[in-house]
């Protein structure tokens, strides 16, 4: 959470940690948006694409009554839902001039067009923003607070609370599971948000939500895990994996369990240009920082310890 409060590290897209604890429904829509971006591409690459954009670029693509006043204007009948988003709508990108471009509307100036060559990722990513904002209104919410405070009416067990906001945000265009989690762990995870417990942690099951990336990948298969591969089944072992470890022993306060921080740990120590980063990290003192770590795990250690 704290990397997306610090504006040296995410630029114009960065929010107040206080403004997220109190529910700022701007606050909470630009941090889904900067957390979208969180994708295929190391962190450091995503950092300096998100710093690279304006003030005015930067407030267009994360206020979520901005970008549905640009749908709804739109001559174009793709714009109008997640679903034609998804299905109809073919934005991509020029392969030599790198602009916006589409076969539906080859000549109207789309606002997709244009988010797509800020956020310098794939060429249909210029539809995340537009659609996150319209997978909320399609929610029947006029916001990410009122999404909640819905979905919390509609079951009976905090469990079923993570499972259906995990489900409303990924009706988003590339809001995957793994970005769902990404955004929900940290607005009700205590360990990961600045207001402990978190903001939205009332009510909802904040050990369901595990992120699983390639790093995680990487040390789950160095380590024997035998599969299934689904995200699901990565989770629950995860999950479990995570009751063997009691968080509380390494004090400040930790919860005791806490499948989230165990995840993020396994991601760091695989995360070579992460760790690298880092001045305090132990690969930086190998190999007599290697020592107190466990023979098995040197022989895969992401930095690449003897």
């Given at each position: 959470?704290?990397?997306?409060?610090?504006?040296?590290?995410?630029?114009?897209?960065?929010?107040?940690?206080?403004?997220?604890?109190?529910g700022?429904?701007?606050?909470l829509?630009?941090?889904?948006v900067?957390?979208?971006?969180?994708?295929?591409?190391?962190?450091?690459?995503?950092?300096?694409?998100?710093?690279g954009?304006?003030e005015?670029?930067?407030?267009?693509?994360?206020?979520?009554?901005?970008?549905?006043?640009?749908?709804?204007?739109?001559?174009?009948?793709?714009?109008?839902?997640?679903?034609?988003?998804r299905?109809?709508?073919d934005?991509?990108?020029d392969?030599?001039t790198?602009?916006?471009?589409?076969?539906?509307?080859?000549?109207?100036?789309?606002?997709?067009?244009?988010?797509?060559?800020?956020?310098?990722?794939?060429?249909?990513?210029?539809?995340?923003?537009?659609?996150?904002?319209?997978?909320?209104r399609?929610?029947?919410?006029?916001?990410?607070?009122?999404l909640r405070?819905?979905?919390?009416?509609?079951?009976?067990?905090?469990?079923?609370?993570?499972?259906?906001?995990?489900?409303?945000?990924?009706?988003?265009?590339?809001?995957?599971?793994?970005?769902a989690?990404?955004y929900?762990s940290?607005?009700?995870?205590?360990?990961?948000?600045?207001?402990?417990?978190?903001?939205?942690?009332?009510?909802?099951?904040?050990?369901?939500?595990?992120?699983?990336?390639?790093?995680?990948?990487?040390?789950?298969?160095?380590?024997?895990?035998?599969?299934?591969?689904?995200?699901?089944?990565?989770?629950?072992?995860?999950?479990?994996?995570?009751?063997?470890?009691?968080?509380?022993?390494?004090?400040?306060?930790?919860?005791?369990y806490?499948?989230?921080?165990?995840?993020?740990?396994?991601?760091?120590?695989?995360?070579?240009?992460?760790?690298?980063?880092?001045?305090?990290?132990?690969?930086?003192?190998?190999?007599e920082?290697?020592?107190?770590?466990?023979?098995?795990?040197?022989?895969?250690?992401?930095?690449?310890?003897?």
């Open positions: 959470m704290t990397m997306f409060c610090d504006p040296t590290k995410v630029g114009h897209f960065a929010v107040r940690a206080e403004d997220v604890a109190a700022e429904p701007e606050a829509f630009r941090l889904l900067a957390t979208s971006m969180f994708q295929r591409r190391q962190d450091l690459q995503i950092m300096r694409v998100l710093q954009i304006g005015a670029d930067a407030r267009e693509l994360s206020t979520a009554s901005t970008l549905l006043r640009l749908s709804d204007g739109s001559p174009c009948e793709h714009l109008r839902s997640t679903m034609a988003l299905e109809r709508c934005l991509g990108k392969a030599e790198k602009l916006g471009v589409c076969l539906a509307k080859p000549e109207h100036p789309c606002h997709l067009k244009r988010h797509t060559v800020l956020l310098k990722r794939y060429g249909h990513f210029g539809k995340v923003p537009s659609s996150i904002a319209l997978a909320i399609e929610y029947g919410a006029t916001d990410l607070g009122e405070r819905q979905a919390l009416d509609e079951v009976s067990t905090p469990e079923e609370a993570a499972l259906l906001l995990e489900a409303a945000l990924c009706r988003a265009w590339r809001v995957s599971r793994k970005i989690h990404m929900l940290m607005m009700t995870n205590p360990d990961l948000c600045p207001a402990a417990p978190g903001p939205w942690a009332e009510g909802v099951d904040w050990t369901q939500f595990v992120v699983i990336d390639s790093n995680v990948d990487l040390f789950l298969k160095a380590t024997g895990y035998p599969g299934p591969w689904t995200y699901e089944a990565r989770r629950v072992f995860l999950r479990e994996l995570a009751r063997r470890v009691d968080l509380s022993a390494m004090g400040d306060g930790l919860a005791g806490n499948p989230r921080l165990v995840q993020q740990a396994l991601y760091l120590f695989m995360s070579v240009t992460n760790r690298r980063a880092v001045e305090r990290d132990c690969g930086r003192r190998a190999p920082g290697c020592v107190g770590c466990l023979v098995e795990l040197r022989g895969v250690c992401g930095w690449g310890a003897p």
